[in-house]
């Protein structure tokens, strides 16, 4: 008896270690393009060209960085990065604040309101996040002229706010179903109306999908470049949109580490976003996850 439990002891061991083996595998085959991205980022042009991809650098330099943020050439303008780096954030904040704000109140509806047709409501909303976004992109250039705000940060907000209204009603939908409906209608009993429950009953218990939101949002708004390259014009344009012109710019010598100090800016409110918040991610995934 002791032998067979050491052998399946043993057996689960192996088991796991080669569990192990498997995924740190996957994530240094997933992690290499970052770090040939950040090693070559820190060489001068010098050592880029005779060297190897892997090499580390001899004389580390951070002047591709301060290049690529105030002095590469995005076309016609030798400016950097850095502009439309805050174009981005002045473009991702407002956008996921009011698409996390009115898909909280759309699952708040139709979970704890329901109204005749709010199943068809929610099923033709969910249906926007299946649209293909080449298919709306003439209506919306339409849309935006009629409104005044083409190649605006305005018009951006707006595009982005409503594409992604789709899916922050979704995640709240399916997180407030979990949600007891007793607690709301003892609340309208004792005379609460819509916008009290929902402030004092729903939204302390919003946290971890509100995050999910948040996270989803902002990765899906920064990392857009159709919507920025269609609906942006030069001094509005996000940084996904500056970083392809500083790579396909073709003046002078390619400088590979500038394009790469680039990259990695360009990446990093991403990077940090999902190492500081990824396993909140998760959890607020799958706190909805009860019913619905």
Same mark, same amino acid.
């Given at each position: ?15 796991? =270690? ?35 991809? @892997?090499?580390? #650098? *001899? ?6 960085? =301060? ?24 473009? $991702? ?11 909280? @109140? ?35 250039? *339409? ?26 009603? @979704? ?6 179903? !979990?949600? #007891? ?10 005379? =609460? ?26 990765? *899906? ?11 942006? !014009?030069?001094?509005? *344009? #996000? ?7 500083? $790579? ?19 990446? @990093? ?24």
């Amino acid at each position: 008896m002791d032998n067979v439990i050491r052998r399946r002891t043993v057996g689960a061991r192996l088991a796991r =270690a080669a569990l192990y083996a498997v995924l740190l595998l996957a994530a240094l085959f997933y992690l290499l393009p970052l770090a040939v991205m950040l090693i070559t980022s820190l060489k001068p042009l010098a050592e880029i060209t005779p060297g190897t991809l @892997l090499s580390l #650098p *001899q004389e580390p330099t951070l002047a591709p960085w =301060a290049k690529a943020w105030g002095e590469a050439c995005t076309g016609m303008r030798c400016e950097g990065v850095g502009v439309y780096f805050f174009n981005s954030i002045a473009i $991702v904040v407002p956008a996921v604040l009011i698409s996390t704000a009115i898909g909280a @109140l759309n699952g708040y509806a139709l979970t704890k309101w329901r109204f005749k047709g709010s199943e068809l409501v929610f099923a033709l909303m969910l249906f926007g996040c299946f649209i293909p976004f080449q298919v709306v992109l003439l209506p919306m250039a *339409q849309t935006l002229g009629w409104l005044g705000l083409s190649s605006s940060r305005a018009g951006l907000i707006l595009v982005h706010v409503v594409f992604g209204i789709a899916f922050t009603t @979704l995640f709240f939908r399916n997180f407030y179903v !979990a949600v #007891p409906t007793e607690l709301v209608s003892a609340a309208k009993l004792d005379g =609460a109306g819509f916008f009290r429950i929902f402030w004092r009953i729903l939204l302390p218990v919003s946290a971890p999908i509100i995050v999910v939101s948040v996270i989803w949002q902002f990765t *899906q708004i920064w990392n857009d470049f159709l919507f920025g390259v269609a609906f942006s !014009a030069h001094n509005t *344009q #996000p940084v996904t949109v500056a970083l392809n012109n500083l $790579v396909n710019t073709s003046t002078g010598v390619r400088e590979y580490n500038v394009d790469m100090a680039a990259a990695m800016i360009a990446a @990093l409110p991403t990077l940090i976003v999902y190492v500081l918040a990824g396993k909140y991610f998760v959890r607020g995934l799958t706190a909805g996850s009860v019913k619905g």
